[in-house]
């Protein structure tokens, strides 16, 4: 990515990068409540948000996805 290798970071960095939204017919929260109700999910999560953060890529690289699953199957 070009934006990690001009951002002037020094260092060792993990960063998540993923689309704003699951490719799932299922809600995101669904499976979440089912098979591990009590993992606590962000209030702006979404109707079909990734269940993946990527806010640390944006904050420090200036990720943002520019294409998500839903749009790209359309």
Do not use: K
Not at 12 to 39: G, I, K, M, Q, W
Not at 44 to 54: H, R
Not at 60 to 70: H, K, P, S, V
């Amino acid at each position: 990515m070009l934006a990690a290798l001009r951002s002037g970071l020094t260092g060792c960095h993990a960063l998540n990068v993923a689309a704003p939204d699951s490719a799932s017919d299922v809600p995101t929260a669904e499976p979440f409540a089912r098979y591990h109700p009590t993992t606590e999910l962000g209030a702006g999560l979404g109707t079909f948000g990734s269940a993946v953060d990527s806010s640390t890529a944006r904050e420090l690289i200036g990720f943002t996805a520019e294409q998500g699953w839903r749009a790209a199957s359309t």
